[in-house]
């Protein structure tokens, strides 16, 4: 990577960024993923690795949430910008060198940043937790610089429209750098009470509504097509998916705070709206799965199909949860409970993390034109991927409903902590299964670069995906 | 890009977006900042300091530029005996809050009040200042304010911290740091919920209550009680420090982190805290080899567990 950062644009070779993008992105997710299973643990047995500074849960429990938003979810996102937006172009991405540096920037931008965190050093709002100065370096050392790649590729595309993916991707980062520097506005000016409570949910819900929920519907409309070879089913419907996000996926922030004195309109507003996010949502899973129309052999025997489409199916239980448990009847029951996190990573590990593997996956093996080292091992990735997170998914669910009922029936609060307890347990168990998964994942796409059968010109990896 | 469908796609995209914004960021806006702010707002307001997160004064949220919660027996220029109130010491160069820097967020009749009454105009960060929360009429209502005692009595930070004994003065702006940094606020909400933690947690916060604070730090993922009022539920020293040196000492079933490090490395009368011979002790103790756990050392006067204790206790 060092090597390039000083050469010629032109000597670089295609997909560099990308290839660099992801392999960072999967080391993120180790680091994440290690970190969250590390922070289950001590919420399972609160004496592992105890009285320590540097290792207190109430410094690790957001660096675990950081590095895996912002390290694997928003690098893999990058990694699918750096090779898909050139390919629905019918171009090359507008510079491998400006992809190279953004990656350069921020890696060494996110460590830093987890660093300090970690030590403390925290602007005490939760999702904007970095300090205000290493939020405007990462607005402008690493947002913008990818965001000119991607519409600067865009815009020197050799097709004449733009294909549904492209606009999600050309939009999602303009609107993510907006939630950005207007999300920290209470850092800037030193906002305060309601207005700083309200901002910080405010970017909260918009930096997973805005960016990471249509990214990952966006790379499905391109992964989804290539390797069926089925056209994407309604490019109406993908219209219809891309407007709801913009109108109603940008305003319902204030139902994260339905207990705060914040103006009854504006909660009943958030709720309503909230609702509404089923109409993106059952856009994109029916566009996908009825792309799939007599190609779900695919399902089967396709490692990226089978990521992306568990990744879309995942969509289904998650926009369910999403829509109605923000109305107030629900809310009252659920918020604040363990069934919030447990939809938090449906999102994040099942929906989203689903769709950026298979990109992750497809995208190495078509830049690198090699065929995946092992097939055994990813479906290996894949099962414990699942497993695990189903197990995470399922047992905070419940533990979640626990605390629900405890909470409205007044029960002593360490009575949920017992209650609980087994949950936990589960909890860590699955979180462990996520990070053994991830290893073993970073082991394959080494290999795979290293020692993967080479793809002959003219054929695609997933077409040789059984020849030997 | 010189295609008619993305001049339409453009100009819709700014107007969805905008709009979506003017609901969401502008029109809130005019409701919360007409809100006034309540007694509880300007104490917190004025005990916690200017930000209790990253700031200038304090990078690694150490707990520095935060004021002190000072509670004054005796008239500190007279020396004569008074009801006790608690004021907010801002020695020389301690950053003033939002509610004096910027007296808007306050509603009309407390900034008005505190202008008028208060003489908070006159404070000056690089003197330092003294502030009261007092109370008055405006247009025939009581309203709470915040009287800057500095200019209105003569009650100077260093008289009044001159006159106060060491128990007398609360770290709260400091703990509140420490609240933010240990990140107590992952597990503790500070927002009781509406009809259901009225009997366990206390009333909800109302309107006006945080004028003035930031981080808010409400929590959004409950898995330990609520703190909003604990002050109120449970004000013992010894259960706290024995809870937050080792939570298993008190409540064998927490699965709160032991925050034994925020001693130090000296106790209260200057003594080196053995950790591993505590540990060893309480290992035995749990173990069921030794019958009395091992005791907790008092902490010392400015150790960071000092500062959390002082916030915990002011959340009443």
Known sequence: MFKYLFAKNEDIPAGSAAVFFGFSSIIWFIIGTGLGSFNAAKLAFPDFVTGSYMFAFGHMRQVHVMAVIFGWISMAFAMAFMYITPALGNTKLWSEKLGIWTCFNWNGGLAVALCLMWAGVTSGREYTDFPWPIDLIILFAVLLPLGINVWMTIVHRKTQGIYTTNWFFGAAIFMLMIVVLVGNLPEYFSLTGLTEAYLTWWHAHNILGLWITPVAAAIAYYTVPKITGNPLYSHRIGHLHFWSVVVFYSTPAAHHLMSSPLPEWLKSFASVEGVLILVPAIAFVSNLLLTMTGKWHYFVDNIEIRFTITGVMLAIPLNMQGGFQQTRAINWYVHGTGWIVAHAHLALLGFSTFLEAAAVYYGLQTILRRKIYSLALANFHFWFLLIGFATYWISITIAGLIQGAAKIYEVPYIDVVIAEHPYMIARWVGGTMVFTGNVVWLYNMWMTARAGTPVPVGRLPHEIAYER | ?316
């Open chain 2, 1 to 316: 890009m010189a295609f008619r469908e993305y001049k339409i796609g453009t100009r819709m995209f700014g107007i969805a977006l905008g709009g979506s914004m003017m609901i969401t960021l502008y029109m809130p806006s005019l409701t919360i900042y007409s809100v006034g702010v309540t007694e509880t707002g300007l104490v917190k307001g004025l005990s916690y300091g200017h930000n209790s997160g990253f700031s200038y004064e304090d990078p690694f949220l150490r707990g520095k530029g935060k004021p002190l919660t000072v509670t004054v027996k005796k008239d500190p220029v007279t020396g004569a005996d008074i009801d006790p109130v608690d004021a907010y010491v801002y020695t020389a160069g301690t950053p003033f809050p939002s509610a004096i820097r910027n007296p808007d967020i306050l509603g009309r009749e407390v900034q008005a009040l505190s202008a008028d009454e208060g003489r908070v105009g006159e404070a000056e960060e690089d003197q330092g200042a003294v502030f009261l929360v007092s109370r008055g009429d405006y247009e025939g209502e009581t309203f709470p304010y915040i009287e800057n005692v500095t200019a209105t009595r003569d009650w100077t930070a260093e008289l009044v911290l001159a006159a106060a004994a060491d128990s007398d003065k609360q770290h709260v702006g400091s703990g509140k740091t420490m609240f933010v940094r240990e990140g107590c606020w992952w597990c503790h909400t500070l927002l009781p919920e509406q009809t259901q933690d009225w009997q366990y947690f206390g009333l909800p916060p109302r309107l006006g209550d945080f004028n003035g604070e930031a981080p808010t730090a409400f929590g959004s993922d409950r898995k330990a009680p609520d703190l909003l009022h604990v002050g109120s539920r449970n004000s013992s020293k010894e259960w706290l420090m024995m809870h937050f040196f080792n939570p298993r000492l008190v409540q064998p079933h927490s699965i709160m982190p032991r925050f034994d490090y925020l001693w130090g490395e000296v106790d209260a009368n200057g003594n080196d805290i053995d950790y591993d011979q505590w540990r060893a002790d309480y290992n035995a103790y749990a173990a069921g080899t030794s019958i009395y756990p091992p005791e907790v050392p008092d902490y010392a006067p400015n150790s960071e567990i000092r500062y959390l204790m002082d916030y915990v206790l002011s959340l009443k």
